[in-house]
């Protein structure tokens, strides 16, 4: 940990937001294909009524492939985006409490407090946030978060994380 008082949090990979897969993009493909026949077929109608008879079956057919396509591409992006969901929610907890328990072990391991509602980096790509914190001596003072691949580093001073200076342990 290179003298480093408070290790980062080991969590799985954060979920993947959802995309639509190549099911629902045909679907809506299809749908969209189907709109245009349709709306051809339509056109073409009253042309058709006058040389003897619409093809109520072309009609038909059209209507259902856009309709199919709709419902292909509705119950694939419900599904593929409830999934999503639940991956999210499962990792959620997850990450709230590790946040919780790394900003506990970072007060004992700096004697800081963190004003309400605190919120760390939980990984090196998060990078830097900036914080309220109180000293022992009751001053408060912005201070910045830095993740890095050792642990966690408080920096106080100065407008940017590279301009402050490094907190020293307590414990």
């Known amino acids: ?60 057919l059209t209507l259902g492939v856009l309709v199919g396509g709709l419902l292909l591409a509705y119950v694939t992006q419900t599904s593929g985006q409830r999934a999503a969901d639940a991956a999210a929610d499962t990792y959620r907890p997850l990450r709230e409490t590790a946040m919780t328990e790394t900003i506990g072990e970072l007060e004992r391991a700096y004697g800081v407090s963190f004003e309400e509602y605190p919120s760390i980096p939980l990984a090196v790509e998060d990078g830097f946030f900036a914080e309220s ?13 830095v993740p ?19 907190l020293a342990p307590v414990s």
């Open 148 to 166: 890095l691949a050792s642990g966690y580093e408080v920096r106080c001073g100065g407008n940017t994380p590279d301009s402050g200076t490094p």
């Open 133 to 145: 914190l109180t000293f022992p001596d009751g001053h408060t003072e912005q201070c910045f978060v």
């Open 1 to 60: 940990m290179s003298g480093l008082a408070v290790p980062l949090p080991v969590l799985p990979p954060t979920p993947a937001p959802y995309t639509n897969s190549l099911i629902t993009l045909f679907g809506f493909g299809l749908a969209i294909v189907g709109v245009i026949a349709f709306v051809a077929v339509v056109l073409g109608f009253a042309r058709l009524l006058r040389r003897g008879g619409p093809s109520w079956g072309l009609l038909w």
